[in-house]
């Protein structure tokens, strides 16, 4: 993850604001930075969106292909993601650097997402045992400023809802073998509701505290995180601690219920810009987020 060196004094005036419920770029502990969402951004996927999250840049694109269900799971589809950090974001993500933390992302967001809580994986369904939909779901990381794995939700998300999967016609050949054929009408489509897809809240502890989308200097003061994954009706889908600082669990339940409260208001303006932008057939949005 990317780092950035902090001094003592600017550690103590980090600490000292955030116990005051005043950050250093004037937010307050549950306030998000403004959020710049843009859907359909690539030509050659099925669904796209990119986020802006302060300096943090994230660009997501979504490909559905036919696939064969797994065996534990004949009757549903499934979701395969891949992280690639651009060594143009920070000088860490060189080499191994971003090989490590695009695995680390990966696996977060397997347990995330790719669940029947978050996505309605039967509906990806096209023949059980036999045929499925595969969303393929690739994350790039063009500049990191923090808070990578709220952006990262976000704009996961956006491009889900953004997604558009090909209908299927099924037959059956002279062997008794069925047949697939897609639609290659693009308004004769199949759209995946997202209401259920959660947003991830990190919640970093500082001090006797705890802030929503800390930035990298904020980061850097921080003796561990939470993130916490929640749906709109505040349901927790994924609790994850990072950082070599320790909670004691009174800290972690506040952190709990703070990540389930701005969750649920995350969810309602992202949503209402979504169906709007899609609505008025605008590529672009602007929102900040305010916890």
């Not at 300096?55 to 036919?66: H, N, P, T």
């Not at 995180?225 to 950082?243: D, E, M, P």
Request: some cysteine.
């Amino acid at each position: 993850m990317a780092t950035v060196q902090v001094s003592e004094a600017e550690k103590v005036y980090i600490l000292h604001g955030v116990r005051d419920d005043l950050r250093v770029d004037g937010r307050g502990c549950e306030d998000y930075r403004h959020m710049d969402i843009e859907t359909d951004v690539v030509s050659n996927t099925d669904g796209s969106a990119k986020v802006s999250l302060g300096y943090s840049d994230v660009l997501v694109g979504v490909k559905a292909e036919v696939g064969k269900p797994r065996p534990a799971l004949p009757d549903q589809g499934y979701l395969e993601f891949f992280v690639d950090c651009s060594a143009n974001a920070t000088p860490e993500f060189e080499g191994r650097g971003g090989e490590e933390l695009g695995l680390e992302l990966s696996n977060t967001l397997y347990k995330v997402f790719s669940n029947k809580q978050s996505v309605d994986l039967h509906s990806l369904c096209i023949s059980p045992g036999e045929h499925c939909w595969v969303l393929y779901v690739d994350v790039l990381l063009l500049q990191c400023d923090g808070n990578l794995f709220d952006a990262i939700s976000i704009a996961i998300k956006a491009a889900l809802f953004n997604t558009r999967i090909p209908k299927v016609h099924l037959s059956e050949d002279e062997e008794g073998g069925k047949e697939i054929e897609l639609s290659d009408d693009p308004y004769d489509c199949v759209r995946l509701n997202v209401e259920n897809v959660p947003c991830i809240v990190t919640l970093c502890k500082i001090g006797h505290r705890h802030v929503v989308d800390a930035t990298l200097q904020e980061k850097a003061c921080s003796v561990a995180s939470l993130l916490i994954a929640t749906t709109h009706r505040g349901t927790v889908t994924c609790v994850r601690k990072f950082g070599g600082g320790s909670l004691d669990p009174e800290s972690i339940f506040e952190m709990i219920e703070t990540g389930k409260r701005v969750g649920k208001a995350l969810h309602t303006p992202l949503m209402e810009l979504l169906k709007e932008e899609e609505s008025l057939g605008k590529k672009r949005q602007k929102v900040g987020f305010l916890g």
